[in-house]
Each structure stands twice: as structure tokens, then as C-alpha cells.
């Protein structure tokens, strides 16, 4: 059983430049979270998504935006891409909306994005 | 704002057991309480939660104060490989949003 899988493992893009990121969650989980963690830091919650909607939302700007497949899988895509967007994104699936309550929310390895 | 406080670092040596502290004073009710670590150049990875009572699984165990303002997380016998940044998380309800904190970065001496 494949655990949450993250394409691709390293991106390096220019400032004002697009990227999107993606996530196949681990089988049987319908929930997907996305979270951006900067060097030395905890990871931030940016979006969770659920039945193809975005369910809940961090302190993240309208740049990042995201979507959810009827397969589960799921995209991040950030717009206008700052310096400061160099990050490890980190994709999390759980079963159900309430799952994390409950229930553990896996991880995949994350995606490492370099703004030059 | 994470709403949970732990140490910066804590230091452990190898088959010895590791007490990890969190404090969540503010907690409520409806809180549940879960551990996650993140092993270098990995995502985080679930360790434990619960909610009122102490609870153990095959990786650690969780012991929770009578007043729930906090808990502990207990490895028995730390090893190598539990040297990682671990995180106590508050999950609200049905919010299943995790924030994190800084965590407590465990070294374990050989």
C-alpha cells in the first residue's frame, strides 16, 4: 500500500513564476491538507480539501490555490512566486473531515521549492 | 498560534527511556491531543494521540495529566533512530487542521 506520494521531489523557479504541486493521498483517504514549512520552522497549514471543495484555509494569501480530483489526488499552485515562497510543501491525507480529530493524518515527503 | 508550549531540546542516551513534556493549559474540553515527529529530510510522522486517558501504541506511549492542561510523551527505550523534531498538537474538535509549533528537538546519544 503506497503512502501519500508528492510530485516532484524539487522544483527551482524564478520570482513571478507559476508552480503547481501535486498529491495522491493514501489509499482509502478522501481528505487532503497542504502545508508549507521554511527552514527551521513547524509546517503551516495552508488549505485542507474535501469532496472537491477547499474545506478549510490558513493565513495564506489568494497566490496559493489549490484542487482536489475525483480520484482524492490533489494540486497546489502558487501564483506570483516570492522569494519568501522557499519552502518544504508537505501534503497530508486522513480519512473523513473530522479524520484528523480522530484519526493520525499521514504525510508525504513534501515537495522542495527554490524562488531565485 | 500553536497553544501548545514545549522545550527547545531535550537530550536522551540510547536504550534509556525519554520523557517529552507539553503544556496546553488552555485547553478545551472537545481537544484532542497528538504527537507527531519529523526525522531529518522527511514529512512528520503520527506518533500518538488521545484525549483523556493515557494511551500506548508499538511506538510510544502518552500520558495525560488528570487536569488534561498536560501531557507526556514516553519512549521507552530510545533509540537512534527517535532522534527527530516531535510535536504537541492541539486538534479542535472536528477542525482537523494540525498547527504546529517549533516542537522539542530530541538528540539521543549513542
Known amino acids: 500500500d503506497a503512502g501519500v506520494t508528492q510530485s516532484p521531489t524539487h522544483l527551482i523557479k524564478t520570482r513571478g513564476q507559476q508552480v503547481t504541486l501535486r498529491c495522491s493521498p493514501k489509499s482509502g483517504h478522501d481528505t487532503v491538507s497542504w502545508y508549507q514549512q521554511a527552514l527551521g520552522q513547524g509546517p503551516q497549514f495552508i488549505f485542507q480539501?474535501?469532496?472537491?471543495?477547499?474545506?478549510q484555509r490558513g493565513n495564506f494569501p489568494d497566490r496559493f490555490s489549490g484542487h482536489q480530483f475525483p480520484n482524492y489526488s490533489s494540486e497546489l499552485n502558487v501564483n506570483a512566486l516570492l522569494l519568501g515562497d522557499s519552502a518544504l510543501y508537505l501534503c497530508?491525507?486522513?480519512?473523513?473531515?473530522?479524520?484528523?480529530?480522530?484519526?493520525?493524518?499521514?504525510f508525504g515527503p513534501g515537495t522542495r521549492l527554490t524562488v531565485l | 498560534d500553536a497553544k501548545t508550549t514545549q522545550p527547545n531540546s531535550m537530550e536522551s542516551n540510547e536504550e534509556e527511556p525519554v520523557h517529552l513534556p507539553c503544556n496546553h493549559s488552555?485547553?478545551?474540553?472537545?481537544?484532542?491531543i497528538h504527537w507527531y515527529r519529523q526525522l531529518p529530510s522527511q514529512g512528520p510522522e503520527y506518533v500518538i494521540h488521545g484525549l483523556t486517558s493515557n494511551v500506548n501504541n508499538r511506538m510510544a506511549s502518552l500520558a495525560i495529566a488528570e487536569d488534561r492542561k498536560s501531557s507526556t510523551l514516553i519512549l521507552h527505550r530510545a533509540t537512534l533512530r527517535d532522534a527527530a523534531v516531535y510535536y504537541c498538537i492541539r486538534v479542535t474538535g472536528a477542525n482537523s487542521k494540525l498547527t504546529f509549533g517549533k516542537g522539542i528537538t530530541l538528540s539521543v546519544r549513542p
Open positions: 497530508a491525507s486522513s480519512k473523513g473531515l473530522a479524520g484528523g480529530s480522530y484519526n493520525e493524518q499521514f
Open positions: 488552555t485547553i478545551s474540553g472537545t481537544d484532542y
Open positions: 480539501y474535501y469532496e472537491e471543495e477547499e474545506r
